[in-house]
């Protein structure tokens, strides 16, 4: 039997009164990658934003099994979970510069992770780097440049190859390409989806757009106020939808 | 416990202990209840060395960065017996040196001198004595800014939690920064060191050639911020390390020159233009050690 990389039970979590996520049940295999959608306002940053430690939920159970290791990861100290996120998680945003230092170069930036998790030899951090530059299709002559001169396109795989250089073991992606220009969207789409396929990346990915779940998701969740309405392989839930929200959302009839 | 708890006040001084008629401040200025609360802190620092200790900074006759947080650890590890030397870049006669020197005189009436080893308490703005420092003698530098994460993280909540689960891989982040610029790791003044193994903590704007002079030093060595209200410490015998890379190694880099007034090959020097045409000069900035190498 196959345990789950990630298992969810009744996650639930609130602003105030307004219901941000509630009760919410899933599991995640490793190689998988899941697809998150819904309209806006839904709950898609509230469930992933829980699920990445950026956010603390009221209630539920959310347990990592990682090489024979569980982790509850609501039930650990602050510095077990700041140091688990650090070492077998990675957040990618829909912003490159909230997950990018705009003022340190674009080595530096990659680099960063590698001396967070311990690398402390300048010639192996660089040749990492020069490596993901050329991953992410960044050329190596930018390595010492800022991210300020870089396009948007370009910033987004900066913060891709910043992200998967210590090999996590859960990539979490808020809309990766919902900021950038609908001319570049493709190829970052492009590059995610060999990377997931090179690497067998497992994947939490965020998008209204149900081109990126078709072209990337393994499995889905359909989120409507802040529940899954809707859940199964990608292929059968946008070719035969059940509900009718998501029938709805899949004839794009809903504009998300 | 009486005697603590009471702070002497002018009149009690004139009148009631009948003690000279100048001596118009407490002993070190400081009233004897703020030496109490800043000796707590320092108690806590060396406890912990290179972990900053809040304390409620007083308001002192001069102005911040110039010194008002070493001169409140000074003012509160003072006693009678102790004889004071103050240093500015290495200098005892600099204005900031001088001016901190008389404040001490004035309201404590101790002896002071400019020599290293009489010395039973040094401060010092920007630079360890090239004589080392031995048993018994407190070492206090002035900060100006205590957080070696600030440049990184600029909320204090957030480099308080980076430090108390030493989460300090950015800080590896500028020295790479350094040597991708320059070839080398280019900080040159306030090089950060880890104490202990565990905090990171910045030594103050000395030169990086001071570093190794804070390792496994014989004296107490305590820092005062005193606009950011913390004290932080080095206890004696104590590991201090300064940040690198393994194949950087950390370099306390040396001009290739002798002092020209005294000869020493192994100091720190001040590079000074002598003449109009830009001729220049290099001597020790430690004033002490050059004046007695120069008279051997
Ligand atoms: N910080 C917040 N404070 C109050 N309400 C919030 C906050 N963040 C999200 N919400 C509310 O929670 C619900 C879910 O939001 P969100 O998770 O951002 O959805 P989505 O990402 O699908 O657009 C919405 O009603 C939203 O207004
Ligand atoms: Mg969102
Ligand atoms: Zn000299």
């Not at chain 1, 009760?23 to 490793?30: C, D, F, G, K, Q």
């Not at chain 1, 957040?91 to 230092?101: A, E, I, K, S, T």
């Not at chain 2, 100048?22 to 070190?28: C, G, L, R, S, T």
């Amino acid at each position: 039997m196959i345990i789950p990389l990630l298992k969810v039970t009744n996650l639930s979590k609130s602003y105030d009164n307004i219901v941000g996520c509630k009760n919410i049940s899933m599991s995640l295999y490793p190689g998988e990658v899941l697809g998150i959608v819904g309209e806006s306002g839904s709950g898609k940053t509230t469930l992933i934003n829980c699920l990445s430690g950026n956010l603390e939920p009221d209630r539920g159970k959310i347990i990592f099994s990682i090489n024979n290791k569980e982790t509850d990861f609501l039930n650990i100290s602050e510095s077990e979970k700041r140091k688990f996120i650090r070492t077998d998680l990675a957040f990618v945003h829909q912003n490159p510069r909230d997950g990018l230092r705009l003022n340190v170069s674009a080595g530096g930036n990659i680099g960063e992770k590698l001396m967070s998790v311990g690398y402390r030899h300048y010639g192996n951090i660089r040749s990492l780097a020069t490596k993901w530059m050329n991953k992410v299709e960044i050329d190596k002559s930018r390595i010492d440049d800022l991210p300020i001169t870089f396009s948007g396109g370009m910033l987004q795989r900066l913060q891709i190859a910043k992200n998967l250089i210590t090999s996590p073991n859960v990539i979490f992606m808020d809309e990766p390409t919902g900021g950038l220009d609908v001319s570049v969207q493709a190829r970052v789409l492009d590059l995610i989806r060999s990377l997931v396929n090179e690497l067998n990346l497992t994947v939490i990915i965020v998008s209204h757009d149900l081109a990126v779940i078709r072209l990337l998701a393994d499995k889905m969740i359909v989120m409507k106020n802040g529940t899954v309405i809707e859940s199964g392989l990608s292929d059968q839930v946008l070719e035969d939808p059940q509900q009718e929200y998501t029938q709805l959302l899949v004839s794009s009839v809903l504009h998300v | 416990m009486r005697k603590t708890n009471n702070v002497i006040k002018i009149k009690d001084f004139k009148v009631d202990k009948g003690l000279p008629f100048d001596q118009e401040y407490n002993f070190a200025y400081l009233d004897e209840n703020t030496k109490k609360m800043i000796r707590r802190a320092i108690i806590k620092a060396l406890c912990i060395p290179g972990y900053q200790v809040p304390f409620a900074s007083r308001e002192m006759p001069m102005p911040y960065g110039w010194g008002t947080g070493g001169v409140q650890v000074t003012a509160s590890c003072l006693t009678k017996r102790d004889t004071l030397k103050i240093i500015d870049q290495g200098a005892d006669d600099t204005t900031n040196a001088v001016s901190i020197r008389n404040f001490f005189k004035k309201t404590s009436n101790i002896k002071t001198t400019e020599i290293t080893e009489k010395a039973t308490l040094i401060q010092t703005r920007h630079r360890i004595p090239e004589t080392p420092l031995k048993k018994k003698q407190i070492f206090v530098y002035q900060v100006p800014i205590p957080e070696p994460l600030a440049f990184l993280e600029p909320k204090v909540s957030e480099t308080i939690k980076m430090h108390s689960l030493s989460e300090y891989g950015a800080m590896h982040v500028k020295l790479y920064e350094d040597i991708s610029k320059n070839g080398h790791i280019e900080t040159a003044y306030a090089y950060p060191v880890k104490t202990n193994d565990r905090y990171i903590m910045d030594p103050s704007p000395i030169p990086k050639f001071d570093n190794p002079k804070m390792n496994n030093s014989p004296a107490i060595q305590l820092f005062g911020a005193g606009r950011e209200q913390r004290i932080y410490a080095i206890p004696p015998y104590t590991k201090v390390k300064s940040l690198d890379f393994e194949d950087y190694p950390f370099d306390p880099f040396k001009a290739e020159h002798a002092c020209d007034i005294c000869g020493s090959k192994n100091t720190y020097l001040d590079e000074i233009i002598v003449d109009d045409a830009g001729n220049k000069s290099f001597i020790c900035s430690d004033t002490d050690f050059c004046n007695k190498r120069k008279n051997k």
